[in-house]
């Protein structure tokens, strides 16, 4: 049964049916890019006011990471990821394999790079030795938490093939993404608590460090 559309309207780029779920992740991946975009633009106008930092520079990197990461994802859905199994032949499945298991790796160093961008700004904003000191121990943390997401992401379900993920049984995958996604949240709420740890102490109206403390705890979300 098929369904008219009205007058200006045309069929959707990747319709989501029973036997196809790609178009979640092109919704998934365009929300989460423009997301990073609008934050790179922010960071950009920053920088025309106050001037360029190392921070700018990790952040700028890591946007460029996750614009090359969204748009694999976008060709892994058009080549047909998001396919129930049986529907596509096993040329086309190790090729998507390929294309999202790079896309995982940039999504890990991308993810990272913010924290580490935001763990640069937090050792800007106080010149309080111990602060500082928190801040490059939380720092070297965090660098080391990314490599260890990237050997585990890399590692795959295959030594020979690790790319492949679909027709190879990895039944440790799952638990691999819960664990550098656990390392990230661990990352953002250290990250917070020195936050927090520089905002109580300033003598500036509880409006403005509840708009500032809000800012920096909306990316554990």
Same mark, same amino acid.
């Given at each position: 049964?098929? @369904? @008219?559309?009205?007058?200006?309207? %045309?069929?959707?780029?990747?319709?989501?049916?029973?036997?196809?779920?790609?178009?979640?992740?092109?919704?998934?991946?365009?929300?989460?890019?423009?997301?990073?975009?609008?934050?790179?633009?922010?960071?950009?106008?920053?920088?025309? /006011?106050?001037?360029?930092?190392?921070?700018?520079?990790?952040?700028?990197?890591?946007?460029?990471?996750?614009?090359?990461?969204?748009?694999?994802?976008?060709?892994?859905?058009?080549?047909?990821?998001?396919?129930?199994?049986?529907?596509?032949?096993?040329?086309?499945?190790?090729?998507?394999?390929?294309?999202?298991?790079? %896309?995982?790796?940039?999504?890990?160093?991308?993810?990272?790079?913010?924290?580490?961008?935001?763990?640069?700004?937090?050792?800007?904003?106080?010149?309080? /030795?111990?602060?500082?000191?928190?801040?490059?121990?939380?720092?070297?943390?965090?660098?080391?938490?990314?490599?260890?997401?990237?050997?585990?992401?890399?590692?795959?379900?295959?030594?020979?093939?690790?790319?492949?993920?679909?027709?190879?049984?990895?039944?440790?995958?799952?638990?691999?993404?819960?664990?550098?996604? %656990?390392?990230?949240?661990?990352?953002?709420?250290? %990250?917070?608590?020195?936050?927090?740890?520089?905002?109580?102490?300033?003598?500036?109206?509880?409006?403005?460090?509840?708009?500032?403390?809000?800012?920096?705890?909306?990316?554990?979300?």
């Amino acid at each position: 049964m098929s @369904t @008219t559309l009205p007058a200006g309207y %045309s069929q959707a780029l990747h319709p989501i049916t029973s036997t196809d779920h790609g178009g979640y992740a092109s919704i998934a991946s365009g929300c989460a890019l423009v997301f990073v975009l609008i934050f790179a633009a922010i960071r950009l106008w920053n920088c025309g /006011r106050i001037g360029h930092n190392l921070d700018d520079s990790v952040l700028f990197a890591g946007t460029s990471f996750q614009v090359i990461q969204s748009i694999l994802i976008l060709i892994a859905v058009d080549q047909g990821f998001g396919h129930a199994q049986g529907i596509l032949d096993q040329h086309a499945v190790s090729r998507i394999d390929k294309v999202v298991y790079a %896309s995982d790796i940039l999504y890990v160093v991308a993810l990272y790079s913010s924290k580490v961008s935001i763990l640069c700004l937090e050792m800007r904003l106080s010149v309080e /030795r111990i602060h500082v000191l928190l801040a490059k121990g939380s720092l070297l943390v965090t660098a080391a938490a990314m490599v260890a997401s990237i050997v585990m992401v890399a590692a795959g379900c295959d030594a020979r093939r690790p790319w492949t993920q679909v027709e190879s049984e990895c039944t440790g995958l799952y638990d691999r993404w819960i664990v550098i996604e %656990s390392l990230g949240l661990l990352a953002e709420i250290f %990250s917070l608590v020195l936050i927090v740890r520089i905002y109580v102490p300033l003598q500036i109206h509880w409006r403005a460090k509840v708009r500032g403390l809000s800012t920096f705890g909306l990316r554990i979300m």
